[in-house]
T-cell receptor, first 115, second 114 residues
Framework: DSGVTQTPKHLITATGQRVTLRCSPR?????VYWYQQSLDQGLQFLIQ???????AKGNILERFSAQQFPDLHSELNLSSLELGDSALYFC??????????????FGPGTRLTVL | AQKVTQAQTEISVVEKEDVTLDCVYE???????LFWYKQPPSGELVFLIR??????QNEISGRYSWNFQKSTSSFNFTITASQVVDSAVYFC???????????FGGGTRLMVKP
């Protein structure tokens, strides 16, 4: 158990809908990262937050947005969903924004299926 | 731009065989960090090891060992005497000194048959 929690575990929805994925980082971790794992794109970085502020952006679609709240939990919002958004979405956390290693610990993931 | 290549998409071995998973990376930075993660059938990503670009010392942890060679930009992972429980997808990842995101390789699916 990494200490990172994600809810829900599974989500099935229809095209055009909007969903929210939730992540709670490990105790003491200030950074939260979101990754998408799909069959065609592999594991891709989406976005990072550090202590409530956006820090880095990867290949995140404009239809997707995220935020980190004062209690450090984070939410990833996916809107106008398309079939191709079906994937496993991971949240990860790390202790500090920049450290020598900054290893990221991953949550169990949320499997999103868009029908 | 950073890139991680895991050329072996799938490896199948019989239990107790040794197996090496290859990882080759590309980066322009002199300071960078390498990681291996395991993704068992249950789906979670489990951190296995980290290494920075200044530490080329190889590491052994039980049946696992890692060989980091800067000269060939490789960070290979060997499992000795493989077991069925080692069956998983293994990912190599790279983080540069400036950024925080991980760049993952495509993964190697290891199947260990009894």
């Amino acid at each position: 158990d990494s200490g990172v929690t994600q809810t829900p575990k599974h989500l099935i929805t229809a095209t055009g809908q909007r969903v929210t994925l939730r992540c709670s980082p490990r105790s003491g971790d200030l950074s939260v990262y979101w990754y998408q794992q799909s069959l065609d794109q592999g594991l891709q970085f989406l976005i990072q937050y550090y202590n409530g502020e956006e820090r880095a952006k990867g290949n995140i679609l404009e239809r997707f947005s995220a935020q980190q709240f004062p209690d450090l939990h984070s939410e990833l919002n996916l809107s106008s969903l398309e079939l191709g958004d079906s994937a496993l979405y991971f949240c990860a956390s790390s202790v500090v924004d920049r450290s020598s290693y900054n290893e990221q610990f991953f949550g169990p993931g949320t499997r999103l299926t868009v029908l | 731009a950073q890139k991680v290549t895991q050329a072996q998409t799938e490896i199948s071995v019989v239990e107790k065989e040794d197996v090496t998973l290859d990882c080759v990376y590309e980066t322009r930075d002199t300071t960078y960090y390498l990681f291996w993660y395991k993704q068992p059938p249950s789906g979670e990503l489990v951190f296995l090891i980290r290494r920075n670009s200044f530490d080329e010392q190889n590491e052994i942890s039980g049946r696992y060992s890692w060989n980091f060679q800067k000269s060939t930009s490789s960070f290979n992972f060997t499992i000795t005497a493989s077991q069925v429980v080692d069956s998983a997808v293994y990912f190599c990842a790279l983080r540069d000194n400036a950024g925080n995101m991980l760049t993952f390789g495509g993964g190697t699916r290891l199947m260990v048959k009894p």
